[in-house]
């Protein structure tokens, strides 16, 4: 008999791998992550489902996990911040006959999401320090903006084989594209940027 189970579950920020901060902030980037594994034989077809906060989110057909194997499921989200539930649940449709049926087919994780602590000088050279709202942002000149980068090597030709991340002045640890650059393009949203700032852009061969 087969026995599938998840074994993993939970969010994490899109960049941790780059800053080593798993604290949740704001409308930022973060991943869902889930890992389904397999104690017994080949599962056939069967559905994994992300529930956030009681709304369907994600789903996933796996086509089949062999015995011993196990499968990650990773969705973005930009969270707002409070608490939030994470549901993951495996096999959701039944079709796997199962030793252990419905017992840990299924994981919950509560998380919270902060506001980030930030510094900077507004635009009459005063300092706003603490949890900062949008509105805070606002009036000291930032914006949320989604931002497009497009990246040419030295013969005038879209950058290719390469990653891509940008960090705006203001902020900490590299942000992540929301999908991987392709053509030398690729595309950031719900980015905190400043008219007066700069943003730094970094290219890694993919090799």
Known sequence: ?????????????????????ATLYDNEAALIVATVANE?????????????????????????LSANAHHTVTFAIHPHAGQHHLMVVADTTSHVQETEEYFDNVAEVPFDVHVRHVDFDDSDGTVVTGHVTDKQYEKAGWKRATVNVQVWDFLNNPLEDYDVMIVPEGESGWLQPEQQMTRGAARFPHVLVHPS?????????RD
Do not use: R
């Open 197 to 205: 700032g700069a943003i730094h852009v970094l290219c890694q061969a």
């Open 1 to 21: 008999m087969t026995n599938i189970k998840v074994t993993e579950a939970g969010v994490i920020p899109e960049n941790y791998a780059h800053t080593g901060d």
């Open 40 to 64: 017994g034989g080949h599962t056939g077809q069967f559905k994994v489902l992300l529930k956030l906060d009681g709304q369907h989110v994600h789903e996933e057909w796996i086509n089949d």
